[in-house]
């Protein structure tokens, strides 16, 4: 009895272990398949990459009578969403009060698919998922996954559902206002982090072949020792090219896109990599949460002498200024709680 016992004991251990997720510190969601929620409801990668006929092989847009994409529909990486109401759609984002400002952003017209493919890739077929009022998938329940999974970290969020549906978030249907701005007008030139980078040709690497990339300048000293504490793989890269749109050889007009925050394969995990490292470190796995493509744990519990990865995520771009890095304002003796 004693023998079975043991036994069954040992097989737990090793089940355990074998469902952990090894990160490189701190500790995160672990034992879930790391495209989470684009399972896609069990469809697994085909609720995005349709194998044949494009937006028709997955059924097209939920809402009947639009323009549906009879030109360009899955004629990039096999896409089986419907771009079609999205083309030259409007976006205003940022403030919407008394004195803010609106950052405008008008996504690509369909004749100019393959000539603006930052913003068809970056924001369009995201948002052909995630827009949710004239753009509708199938498959969405508008409610955060981990948040639907009890996998979010306790105490620190509250009941109500989280929106994965930015258009039809609770608010007015197609409001973007309450969202992150990106696109043209998104630049690392407004948000005043630009001077600390300089544009490097064929500084980083996508698919094995060398590609332009921004990289930390030499003279940035204060964010060069932020990023000794965190990184900046947001702005340089993510492991796939560049995660700002470069429109041209100045950092100032680099710009946001959904996929600068976001990647669609990793809901949980994200990477350090050689062209930009993590803490120093160009290898690792760190938690992260909600698809984000860099170190991000809401639950990292920092010390009184650290910063939570969540909050150096966002001083990537915000460096400066109420909130920013506290490399910006001299202090070097925080680190970060990954």
């Known amino acids: 009895m004693r023998k079975a016992a043991y036994l069954i004991m040992m097989v737990l251990l090793v089940a355990a272990f074998a469902m952990a997720q090894t990160y490189t510190s701190g500790s995160g969601i672990t034992g879930v398949d790391k495209l989470g929620a684009h399972q896609n409801g069990g469809r697994g990668c085909t609720g995005c990459h349709a ?18 994409d009879t030109t360009n529909s ?57 827009d949710g009022n004239i753009a509708r998938g199938a498959m969405m329940t508008n409610r955060s996954y981990e948040q639907s999974m009890g996998l979010l970290p306790a105490g620190i969020y509250g009941p109500s559902a989280i929106p994965t549906l930015l258009g039809s978030d609770g608010t007015t249907a197609g409001n973007y206002y309450n969202d992150h701005p990106v ?66 050889n100045n950092p100032a007009n680099a710009y946001l896109l959904c996929t600068t925050c976001h990647t669609p394969h990793s809901m949980y ?44 995520f966002c001083r990537q771009c915000h460096f400066t200024g109420a909130g920013g890095a506290n490399e910006a304002s001299g202090i070097n003796n925080v680190t970060t709680a990954f």
């Open 51 to 68: 194998p044949h006929s494009g937006a028709f092989g997955a059924g097209g847009n939920a809402i009947t009578g639009q323009t549906v």
């Open 74 to 130: 899955g004629n990039y990486a096999l896409w089986g969403q419907d771009l079609g109401p999205l083309y030259s759609y409007v976006l205003h984002q940022g403030d919407n009060t008394v004195g803010g400002s609106s950052y405008q952003t008008t996504l690509p017209a369909s004749a100019q698919f393959a000539s603006m493919p930052e913003e068809v890739t970056g924001i369009m077929m995201c948002l052909s998922c995630h």
């Open 183 to 248: 696109g043209p007008q998104a630049t690392l030139g407004a948000v005043g982090v630009a001077s600390n980078f300089t544009y490097t040709v064929g500084g980083c690497t996508w698919h094995g072949v060398a590609s332009d990339c921004l990289k930390i300048a030499g003279t940035a000293t204060k964010y060069q020792a932020f990023a000794d504490h965190y990184g900046a793989p947001s702005i340089i890269s993510n492991g796939h090219g560049s995660p700002v749109a470069l429109p041209d």
């Open 269 to 312: 995990t994200a990477s350090a990599n050689s062209d930009a490292p993590i803490a120093k470190a160009a290898t690792g796995t760190y938690p992260t949460y909600f698809f984000l493509a860099a170190p991000y744990n809401p639950g990292s519990h920092p010390s009184a002498t650290q910063a939570s990865s969540a909050t150096q």
